[in-house]
């Protein structure tokens, strides 16, 4: 206890320091000098609360001045020119990408590209294709919020634990990681069958916390000369957990949905929840996919493979100097 209070303490005094020295011009040269290269992972924007629901959110006003840096200090490049190592040798390098299709990227992310004009690549679904407003993650986050303390699914029962995850009785295991391990067929019951506990969509108030883009959106999005598109799974499942046949049959036809969407080639490909194998590899390549992105490197042979390239997380707890600090020594603090 005391060692994680310290390590908290520690960690507090640094983000404080950076920010003060940020202020008096103290990191200027630390800015400027900097260099290497790096593709940041966004998610969802949100006006506030940015941690309604889950921890990979930013506000919009924190969004914008992650973007005033790097238009500041940096040279931000698209997806295709960071594959060819179009690079400046005078300034850090950062490619933008957003995972999972929020309708907040196109309602709050988009009008700020514009506005700084910098380029930026957004990984989706084809879950609107399969019929639905939501990733099945993001409602079980929801009941996770605001659903009971207890409930009974599928004559197995769940309380709520850390984090407000329903975790079994049985094997404590918590439904988030038992859905993750199932197939979608197993997601689109979970949501059938809670979506009495909590009838969110009758309030509109926290629709940029969950819902999709339409497909109308997607193609305003995509008609912006800043914006590339790219895939993120059909239905969002963790396409390690599933058959490969399942997995290869997603991979082309979220492809195929966003290509005949948009009218472009999607050429990319963010594998979702980071997770993949080399059977997964193979299927994305085999589906056409020729740049792949992952957050850290699974396996021995990706630095090797020249279509993979890892991402660094956003940290959504932190400043915007302290998170330029992290994306340009690729590291958070942990003492």
């Known amino acids: 206890m005391i060692?994680?209070?310290?390590?908290?303490?520690y960690r507090e005094a640094k983000y404080l320091s950076r920010d003060i020295g940020h202020a008096l011009g103290l990191y200027e040269?630390?800015?400027?000098?900097?260099?290497?290269?790096?593709?940041?992972?966004?998610?969802?924007?949100?006006?506030?609360?940015?941690?309604?629901?889950?921890?990979?959110?930013?506000?919009a006003q924190i969004f914008e001045a992650h973007l005033a840096l790097y238009k500041k200090y940096c040279n931000v490049v698209s997806l295709d020119d960071y594959y060819n190592g179009n690079f400046s040798e005078d300034k850090f390098n950062i490619c933008i990408t957003f995972d999972d299709g929020f309708a907040n990227n196109c309602k709050y992310v988009l009008p700020l590209l514009e506005q700084y004009q910098l380029p930026a690549t957004f990984f989706i679904t084809g879950i609107r294709d399969a019929g639905y407003d939501i990733l099945w993650n993001d409602f079980l986050g929801i009941v996770n919020k605001y659903g009971p303390k207890t409930i009974d699914y599928?004559?197995?029962?769940?309380?709520?634990?850390?984090?407000?995850?329903y975790i079994s009785t049985a094997d404590e295991i918590s439904l988030?990681?038992?859905?993750?391990?199932?197939?979608?067929?197993?997601?689109?019951?979970?949501?059938?069958?809670?979506?009495?506990?909590?009838?969110?969509?009758?309030?509109?108030?926290?629709?940029?916390?969950?819902?999709?883009?339409?497909?109308?959106?997607?193609?305003?999005?995509?008609?912006?000369p800043l914006v590339t598109i790219g895939a993120h799974g059909y239905y969002h499942n963790d396409l390690t957990c599933i058959d490969i046949n399942e997995?290869?049959?997603?991979?082309?036809?979220?492809?195929?949905?966003?290509?005949?969407?948009?009218?472009?080639?999607?050429?990319?490909?963010?594998?979702?929840?980071?997770s993949y194998s080399q059977a997964v590899i193979d299927a994305a390549k085999?589906?056409?996919?020729?740049?792949?992105?992952?957050?850290?490197?699974?396996?021995?042979?990706?630095?090797?493979?020249?279509?993979?390239?890892e991402r660094f997380t956003v940290n959504p707890f932190i400043t915007p100097i302290n998170q330029m600090h992290a994306t340009i020594t690729r590291r958070y603090e942990q003492h």
């Not at 049959?249 to 050429?267: A, D, G, I, S």
């Not at 085999?286 to 390239?309: C, E, I, V």
């Open 3 to 9: 060692s994680r209070i310290c390590s908290k303490l």
């Open 29 to 59: 040269h630390f800015l400027k000098n900097a260099r290497g290269s790096r593709i940041m992972i966004y998610h969802g924007i949100c006006q506030t609360n940015h941690t309604l629901f889950n921890p990979i959110f930013l506000t």
């Open 154 to 165: 599928k004559g197995e029962r769940y309380v709520k634990g850390r984090y407000d995850k």
């Open 176 to 224: 988030t990681t038992k859905l993750r391990s199932a197939g979608f067929d197993e997601k689109a019951e979970m949501m059938e069958l809670l979506s009495p506990l909590v009838p969110f969509k009758s309030n509109s108030t926290i629709e940029d916390y969950w819902l999709q883009m339409t497909t109308n959106e997607i193609k305003q999005l995509a008609a912006s």
């Open 247 to 274: 997995a290869s049959w997603e991979l082309k036809e979220t492809k195929t949905y966003l290509e005949n969407l948009v009218q472009k080639p999607v050429n990319s490909l963010a594998f979702p929840y980071g």
């Open 286 to 309: 085999d589906a056409g996919y020729r740049q792949l992105l992952a957050m850290d490197f699974l396996l021995y042979s990706d630095k090797h493979d020249n279509t993979m390239r």
